[in-house]
T-cell receptor, first 114, second 112 residues
């Protein structure tokens, strides 16, 4: 079965370290998204991509970057982790335009920055 | 700017109906969605409604859309303990296909 997987599921790091969260989907979806989930804020969009070599900033993109070198993967990098980036991160994917827009979510990656 | 608002908590008795409400801002949203998140898991699509519809029913779920007031609701009939979860309302932004904006989520607690 097709799926979307995130790794690591849990990570603890120190302030200032670089961290990369992996996201891999096997649906061959064009669209991929990264969200962070925080209490009281719901899900906020960090970055998204509509295809290979395409990346776009979401509403909370400062301190994060993504790259899309193939269809399956959209890694999220925190260049210099800050305590404010402690959160649960969700990757999601969807088909291209012309469908219902359903997002398929990974299980989440819980990041703690000390 | 875009904003989706919903109440944060709802408690109901098992067997009663639950109604979760949401307001959104983008009047040109093509689809509006309800996602369900169970503990420790990602979100899963529960149901959606096309913007030219007023109501959609799917087994125990009823979605009502009031475009004039930009109000969306989800009714769960005969609520069960297995319905306990966080429910997110989301709108798709015009011009950004599949880019969804989510509300903060409503935590539904079902008690005996």
């Amino acid at each position: 079965d097709a799926e979307i997987t995130q790794s690591p599921r849990h990570k603890i790091t120190e302030t200032g370290r670089q961290v990369t969260l992996a996201c891999h989907q096997t649906w061959n979806h064009n669209n991929m998204f990264w969200y962070r989930q925080d209490l009281g804020h719901g899900l906020r969009l960090i970055h998204y991509s509509y295809g290979v070599q395409d990346t776009n900033k979401g509403e909370v993109s400062d301190g994060y970057s993504v790259s899309r070198s193939n269809t399956e993967d959209l890694p999220l990098t925190l260049e210099s982790a800050a305590s404010s980036q402690t959160s649960v991160y969700f990757c999601a994917s969807s088909e291209g335009q012309g469908n219902t827009g359903e997002l398929f979510f990974g299980e989440g990656s819980r990041l703690t920055v000390l | 700017g875009e904003d989706v608002e919903q109440s944060l908590f709802l408690s109901v008795r098992e067997g009663d109906s639950s109604v979760i409400n949401c307001t959104y801002t983008d009047s040109s949203s093509t689809y509006l969605y309800w996602y369900k998140q169970e503990p420790g898991a990602g979100l899963q699509l529960l149901t959606y409604i096309f913007s030219n519809m007023d109501m959609k029913q799917d087994q125990r779920l009823t979605v009502l859309l009031n475009k004039k007031d930009k109000h969306l609701s989800l009714r769960i009939a005969d609520t069960q303990t297995g319905d306990s979860a966080i429910y997110f309302c989301a709108e798709s932004l015009s011009g950004g296909y599949n880019k969804l904006i989510f509300g903060a989520g409503t935590r539904l607690a079902v008690h005996p």
